[in-house]
């Protein structure tokens, strides 16, 4: 069975571009959420999409953003890039809940810098 | 809000020694815990988890109780391997329908010598 997949897996751009990262899940995942991981603030949590709608938003401005597709993959665009957000973005995909609650599976992230 | 302090690394042990990594929790309500392990160059991996109060979830030779008089759900395992440096995150999650938000702790890098 196929893992989370993630692409690019490393992009370099400059302040001011704007970028779009995706995430494939586990077939069969409904649930995607993505996450930011940085040496100073560890990982955060940015949003969560079920069947194509946002259920969960962290506390990130409003250049980031993302949606989800019918089969479920997902995409994170990032707009007026500052130096600060360069990082780690991972997503994650989930089965669902009840006894699966929490239980998330991530892919190896895309590697952003921002010069 | 929710949060989630583990102790700071980096730890560095000898294979076979005994491991303990500390986590304790601020959460309104009853969250779920949870024990992430990152290896390089890969993403995170579910390690272990509780839901409830005094569970204890194990995975691989590694155990966590949820203490909720302590609010802690501390990592340990017997005899550490070299195979077992990495980096690890406790979470919780919020439950309901913020079951798929967690709140990390800051992580701490483990490096086990031969």
């Known amino acids: 069975k196929a893992g989370v997949t993630q692409t690019p897996r490393y992009l370099i751009k400059t302040r001011g571009q704007q970028v779009t990262l995706s995430c494939s899940p586990i077939?069969?995942?409904?649930?995607v959420s993505w996450y930011q991981q940085t040496p100073g603030q560890g990982l955060q949590f940015l949003f969560e999409?079920?069947?194509?709608?946002?259920?969960n938003k962290g506390n990130f401005p409003g250049r980031f953003s993302g949606r989800q597709f019918s089969n479920s993959r997902s995409e994170m665009n990032v707009s007026t890039l500052e130096l600060g957000d360069s990082a780690l973005y991972l997503c994650a995909s989930s089965l669902g809940g009840g006894a699966h609650a929490g239980e998330l599976f991530f892919g190896e992230g895309s590697r952003l810098t921002v010069l | 809000g929710n949060s989630v302090t583990q102790m700071e690394g980096p730890v560095t042990l000898s294979e076979e020694a005994f491991l303990t990594i500390n986590c304790t929790y601020t959460?309104?309500?009853?969250?779920?815990l949870f024990w992430y392990v990152q290896y390089p160059g890969e993403g995170l991996q579910l390690l272990l988890k509780a839901t409830k109060a005094d569970d204890k979830g194990s995975n691989k030779g590694f155990e966590a109780t949820y203490r909720k008089e302590t609010t802690s759900f501390h990592l340990e395992k017997g005899s550490v391997q070299v195979s077992d440096s990495a980096v690890y995150f406790c979470a919780l999650s919020e439950g309901g329908g913020s079951n798929y938000k967690l709140t990390f702790g800051k992580g701490t890098l483990l490096t086990v010598n031969p």
């Open positions: 959460a309104t309500g009853y969250p779920s």
């Open positions: 999409y079920f069947s194509e709608t946002q259920r």
């Open positions: 077939s069969g995942h409904r649930s």
